[in-house]
């Protein structure tokens, strides 16, 4: 689900005062409880922007990823590296273990991006595939 700048404001302000918003009708009390933890520490880590919806698929240098990674061999952890630059820490850990496996230049991209159209029908028809009745 997601939410505006305006709503994830609301609920980090309420969140200081010792208040919880409202969950909402289909989303999960603890993990929407959760998200409003994470929002509050990354508003503290970055400034109130990082809650801003911004523009998804950034292209990262070979140089800027090697910077994140260099942080966390440096002794930094992942959840805070992630945070200081306010992205998903699962995308840095995908960075940190490509970086390892195949080198500091690998074009790896930081984030996922679905696969390509002809590979979807593809898996969709496997023998092993979940169907779906």
């Known amino acids: 689900m997601k939410y505006d700048y305006a709503y994830k404001r609301k609920a980090v302000e309420k ?3 010792g208040e919880w ?7 999960n009390e603890t993990n929407f409880r ?3 933890r994470k929002w509050v520490r990354l508003e503290y880590a ?4 990082v809650l ?3 523009n998804r698929h950034k292209e990262w240098s ?10 966390v061999l440096a002794g930094k952890s992942i959840k805070s590296v992630a945070f200081s630059v306010a992205i998903d820490d699962g995308m840095l850990n995908s960075v940190l273990t490509n970086t ?8 790896s991209r930081v984030g996922t991006r679905s696969a390509p159209k002809r590979y ?4 969709r028809n496997h023998p092993h595939a979940c169907q779906s009745s």
């Open 62 to 71: 070979a140089e800027e990823r090697y910077e994140l990674v260099a942080k």
């Open 52 to 54: 801003k919806q911004k």
């Open 46 to 49: 970055c400034s109130s922007e």
């Open 34 to 36: 959760q998200m409003i």
């Open 100 to 107: 390892k496996q195949r080198g500091k230049n690998h074009p």
């Open 21 to 27: 918003m409202k969950t909402p009708e289909r989303a």
């Open 15 to 17: 969140y200081r005062k």
């Open 120 to 123: 979807r029908a593809h898996r």
